[in-house]
T-cell receptor
Framework: DQQVKQNSPSLSVQEGRISILNCDYTNSMFDYFLWYKKYPAEGPTFLISISSIKDKNEDGRFTVFLNKSAKHLSLHIVPSQPGDSAVYFCAAVTNTGNQFYFGTGTSLTVIP | DTEVTQTPKHLVMGMTNKKSLKCEQHMGHRAMYWYKQKAKKPPELMFVYSYEKLSINESVPSRFSPECPNSSLLNLHLHALQPEDSALYLC??????FGTGRSYGYTFGSGTRLTVV
């Protein structure tokens, strides 16, 4: 049972425009969320996180939004750069912090 | 040192071989993890070690045997694997499995690309 889902397997965006990656979850016990970026044959790299007590967290070009009532989070990348092309995974942690649940991933391509 | 180091980067082994994957971190993290990732799929949790004790085994077949010799090292011993076990094996570590302080510092290694022939 996939508790964290990314319904868009792929996304293409023009360089300089905004990339919006979406993630939905089902478990109301999740209270901490993370986004990871992954290049082929490499381990995931942490990008940004958000606690359930917040609805927005910003770090440079990356902003994560959390809508708890909709059980939905999104990652905004502005402006998108070709180097952002990678697979992006969202992940969620329960309030006991005992396990990460990863989404299915979205492959982002930023077109120069 | 803010890295998780995995060796080897690539491994090809036969179905009768015995091999080991190694993972090392020097960030003082007390939780370490093994994940398996197949192409175009999210990482799947295999094992969690917390304070050098195995705390989660996600029903992994016994041909995978984890070992945590100390707080900095995590091994994954492989024996009698099947071709379908070919995957990227990722090690990760974090400050505290139980999330106190919520500063997980969850860090992944670059992985070992395993091919079983």
């Amino acid at each position: 049972d996939q508790q964290v889902k990314q319904n868009s397997p792929s996304l293409s965006v023009q360089e300089g425009r905004i990339s919006i990656l979406n993630c939905d979850y089902t478990n109301s016990m999740f209270d901490y969320f993370l986004w990871y970026k992954k290049y082929p044959a490499e381990g995931p790299t942490f990008l940004i996180s958000i606690s359930s007590i917040k609805d927005k967290n910003e770090d440079g070009r990356f902003t994560v939004f959390l809508n708890k009532s909709a059980k939905h989070l999104s990652l905004h990348i502005v402006p998108s750069q070709p180097g952002d092309s990678a697979v992006y995974f969202c992940a969620a942690v329960t309030n006991t912090g005992n396990q990460f649940y990863f989404g299915t991933g979205t492959s982002l391509t930023v077109i120069p | 040192d803010t890295e998780v180091t995995q060796t080897p980067k690539h491994l090809v082994m036969g179905m009768t071989n015995k091999k080991s994957l190694k993972c090392e971190q020097h960030m003082g993290h007390r939780a370490m993890y093994w994940y398996k990732q197949k192409a175009k799929k999210p990482p799947e949790l295999m094992f969690v070690y917390s304070y050098e004790k195995l705390s989660i085994n996600e029903s992994v077949p016994s041909r995978f045997s984890p070992e945590c010799p100390n707080s900095s090292l995590l091994n994954l011993h492989l024996h009698a694997l099947q071709p379908e076990d070919s995957a990227l094996y990722l090690c990760a570590s974090s400050q505290d499995r139980f999330g106190t302080g919520r500063s997980y510092g969850y860090t992944f290694g670059s992985g070992t690309r395993l091919t079983v022939v």
